[in-house]
């Protein structure tokens, strides 16, 4: 007798978000916004869109950047959600999408993560890193994208600017979308900035440690050699 498929389970393929990050660093050293607004809007459906609080968690005085952290829960159902990051004043500084990747294999995301600043950023941040972390099916979800806004030299001098979502409806062209790689145990490497990451950091450190030990290893080895020679001569002068 055939039986009848099993139902889907409704919360099958769902992102459940626990945290949203976003840094940033303020154009020209400018004060960073003290708060900013995540707007959740889960796509084909007509509902209100979900407002997160994104409160500002740390802001470095030296180089101007300001990190902001939501930790409020949020499930979004496949096949996308829409976002948009605003300030304390409503102005939008980016839109993007989280998305279900369709026919994902084991060891890759299910989820991805794409976004553009919004029309009038630059005037407010010269770059971007959000980080969206949650879980999927059970299993851990981290997504990253970093953005760079080009500067008025940079865009002048014809730099290639590269972007993966077109930008439409007023959405700013004047960026570089820097290609955000995942890594174990949450290290990020970012390939544009030259900035000095986890990844290369840990790399760096590492080479460091290993060449100490060489260099300690050598110097010991040539003290011994030297202590040893001294022994034998005087030896050598006195019962010979």
């Not at 700013?172 to 890594?183: E, H, K």
Request: charged share 20%.
């Amino acid at each position: 007798m055939d039986h009848p498929p099993p139902p889907d389970d409704p919360g099958s393929g769902c992102l459940e978000v626990r945290l949203f990050y976003v840094r940033l660093a303020p154009h020209g050293g400018g004060a960073p916004p003290p708060r900013l607004t995540l707007a959740l809007s889960p796509a084909g459906r007509e509902e209100a869109p979900l407002d997160l609080p994104l409160r500002l968690d740390r802001h470095d005085a030296a180089s101007g950047e300001a990190t902001y952290v939501s930790t409020a829960a949020a499930r979004l159902a496949p096949p996308a959600a829409a976002f948009e990051v605003a300030d304390h004043r409503g102005a939008a500084l980016l839109r993007g999408s989280l998305r279900r990747c369709p026919g994902a294999k084991a060891d890759s995301p299910a989820w991805e993560i794409d976004c553009v600043p919004a029309a009038g950023a630059a005037a407010s941040a010269s770059a971007f890193e959000l980080y969206v972390a949650g879980c999927c099916d059970g299993e851990p979800a981290v997504l990253t994208r970093a953005l760079r806004l080009a500067t008025p030299e940079e865009a002048a001098g014809g730099l290639a600017h590269r972007q993966s979502l077109k930008a439409t409806g007023g959405e700013a062209d004047g960026y570089m979308n820097t290609s955000s790689m995942q890594y174990p145990e949450g290290w990020y490497y970012d390939d544009d900035d030259g900035q000095l990451t986890w990844f290369n950091a840990g790399v760096r450190v590492g080479v460091g440690i290993g060449l100490g030990v060489c260099v300690g290893v050598g110097i010991g080895v040539g003290l011994l050699m030297r202590s040893y020679q001294a022994t034998t001569r005087s030896l050598k002068r006195r019962f010979f």
